[in-house]
């Protein structure tokens, strides 16, 4: 439908224009044709400033993220999937039930509509998949060269069950490390795209929900401690802040860490080290020793988890270092990066 | 991995450390000359592992840490200039000319490039042609044959607006150097493997006759730097000073031919600083007259001017293997990765960014790689 | 800067007058020049740097020293010697 109901003879069916983030006109016909139609829900469709939702008597979990990944779309997802899952995992590994989320996005003047109605649409999926909805949020749009193409921030909500309180301050000499998957996926996705590398192998970013995953490693681990969601800085960064703040070392087996054959490639061949390479849908459990092979067992039942091992564990020796016995035998410091390997990866 | 994941194999390793344990009856002092092989070495541990006493000096193989202060600033310079875009290698983004970095100018809007390849940057100058493309090319002898293609290919293609801004160093001059100093204690030598698969092993051999000083051609996995090691042990222990070639699957005697014709061809041999060592006779490659056309330095008319270094880096006395990072007083405090204040922390293969990244903690005695 | 990884060649071919292929380095594809290693065949190891294929991986001299490694390392076991590492 192209016939145009204001006097700008712009294609503003085709191209995003700064009135789009005005709050007139062309605002509302984006929600109404853009948006709406993807997040389908009654909060979102009774149109008013905020979203509304029920909420038990308990504790309720709230988390935010924002999203600048280069390129847009990439081998195994794109902006918006990663916008969603990326809010939904935070909620989860704090064992929460993700239920609502809020979704800002700063376009770019010149953005297609058709790139923005894909990446909505693919939002729209991802949230099904993991029980959320997407109940307010808010659109702008700032002058061509001002923003790259499309920024978007969710925030979300989730409710957490009685008795579960997760922290690093729980974690304890003697649990044992629990990895979900192969390191590396996401971030060597996202490098071979930029650099135009052909990938043999079916790389594709690991970019998932891992609601189920944490559900999984809670029920069969009633003794859980922390979970953590590994993203930029990759497992390096999640061991040495848990480290930190638990004040406890730990100790890592490079034997045990799995890196498909093709991001082991790609690493060699940039001189980086799959420890700090962003993921996207992995995570690390802290479980004491008694119920660790329990919570892997039910963590391999799960798609997301099926890679899942114990890679090492919590120790009261060299407090708030992380060290890896390394393939030669050697022991080394895993020090957290100083700068990000490569820059914009999610 | 074939050919890399066997050099990493735990059960050889030990046992050539057992054999080295065996060998030796002195505290002998070796240096290993390539920023390649420094890297393993702490990454792995492996000099926690030599015998008591035994000890690995780092040599000045990491050419990012040995550019002068000047040449970085000539790169800033360029950078800077509205129709230029400077493309180089990541390394180089984060060292800092006396009063700035390429990262920075990026930052502050220069157009700065980071490419794998000097032919990633001559495929830049061809989609760019009303723009001024130069590479900035540093390197040691295995990278100079690839900086003297693109240049060549360059002119062969008629690509005019791509220009080489060159800061390369030879080893022979460097290591002849060091080792004519009264200061110096190394009694063997671990060649860099890279570097002889282009140029071949004549240099050496030269060496070893004019030191009496036993070399060893290693790689840059643990096992070939361990092998090394033994080999070099075991010239040490029989008073032998010969040229020997632990990387021999990849090393030839006579290097590669072509790639020398091609540098040759190019690039000339020239007096060089280097940071840290001061000026060296006929160390370095500059391009020669008849490419003067893709030759940033003669298209661009960079003058030279003295710089000073920051005073309290003692990246000199880490370079000539003097001293190691730790010894350094503002190491990892006022010196760190994010806030460096020599190249030494900046590059991947200088030994500062290296002992901080795994070695950060070296008071620890329960994290030492073993007796010392 | 002396980075350069054994990789497995592909394919080669003269493409304006150049020498080039695809080069595999564990599962990665990665164009390399190939001039100053012409002799170089699909299925042949080579070592790239920057871009530009500099010598061959000899697969028999490769293969003599590992099992000349290999044995020492076996033997170590056998012979029961206490593991150097800390």
Known sequence: MSVLSCPLPIPTDEFVVLGHGSGGRLSARMMEETFLPAFRNTALERGDDQGVFEAPAGRIAMSTDSYVVKPLFFPGGNIGELAVYGTVNDLAVGGATPKYLSAGFILEEGLSLDTLRQIVDSMSHAARRCGVEIITGDTKVVEKGSGDQIYINTAGVGFIPSGINYSAANVRPGDKIILSGSLGDHGITILAQREGMELGGDLHSDSAPLHLLCAAAMAAAPTLHAMRDLTRGGLSSALNEIAQKSGNGMEIDQRAIPVSEVVRGACELFGLDPLYVANEGKMIAFVPAAEAAASVAAMRNIETGSEARIIGEVTEKHPRMVTMRTSLGTERIVDMLAQDQLPRIC | ?372 | MCLAIPGKVLDKSLLNGLLRGRVEFGGIVREACFDFLPEAEPGDYVLVHVGFAITMVDEEDALSTLAYLRELGTLEEEVGVEEATP
Not at chain 2, 13 to 29: E, G, I, Q, R, Y
Not at chain 2, 166 to 188: E, T, W
């Open chain 2, 1 to 372: 991995m074939k050919h890399l994941d066997e050099y990493r194999d735990e059960k050889i390793a030990n046992a050539l450390v057992a054999k080295l344990k065996s060998k030796a009856t002195k505290p002998w002092v070796l240096m290993e000359v390539c920023g390649g092989q420094t890297h393993t070495l702490v990454r792995y541990g492996i000099d926690g592992l030599l015998p008591a006493g035994m000890e690995m000096i780092h040599g000045p193989g990491c050419p990012v840490c040995v550019t002068p202060l000047e040449t970085i600033d000539k790169a800033l310079t360029l950078a800077e200039m509205p129709n230029v875009i400077l493309a180089t290698y990541g390394d180089m983004m984060r060292v800092p000319g006396s009063t700035t970095d390429l990262l920075h100018v990026k930052a502050k809007g220069g157009n700065v490039r980071m490419v794998y390849s000097p032919l990633d940057a001559l495929k830049i100058a061809r989609e760019n042609p009303s723009r001024e493309i130069v590479f900035f090319g540093v390197g040691f002898e295995t990278t100079a044959p690839p900086n003297a293609a693109a240049v060549w290919q360059a002119g062969r293609q008629g690509i005019t607006n791509f220009s080489l801004l060159a800061s390369h160093v030879l080893v022979p001059p460097a290591l002849r150097a060091l080792l004519s100093d009264s200061g110096n204690r190394v009694q063997g030598l671990i060649a860099p493997g890279h570097v002889c698969s282009i140029v071949g092993l004549d240099d050496y051999h030269s060496i070893a006759h004019e030191f009496h000083l036993p070399i060893v051609v290693g790689g840059f996995e643990p096992v070939d730097l361990l092998e090394a090691i033994v080999l070099l042990v075991d010239q040490l222990e029989s008073g032998r000073a010969e040229v020997e070639n632990q990387y021999s699957r990849s090393v030839r005697v006579e290097g590669n031919p072509l790639a020398q014709t091609m540098l040759t061809d190019v690039l000339e041999v020239c007096d060089r600083k280097w940071r840290g060592l001061g000026e060296i006779p006929k160390s370095g490659l500059k391009v020669r007259a008849k490419y003067a056309a893709w030759d940033a330095e003669a298209k661009f008319g960079l003058a030279d001017k003295f710089v000073e270094e920051p005073k309290e880096c003692i990246s000199a006395m880490i370079l000539q293997g003097r001293k190691k990072p730790p010894e350094c007083s503002a190491f990892g405090v006022r010196c760190t990765p994010e806030r460096p204040l020599g190249a030494p922390m900046v590059s991947s293969e200088g030994a500062c960014a290296a002992y901080y990244q795994y070695r950060r903690y070296e008071s620890a005695a329960e994290l030492a790689g073993g007796a010392r």
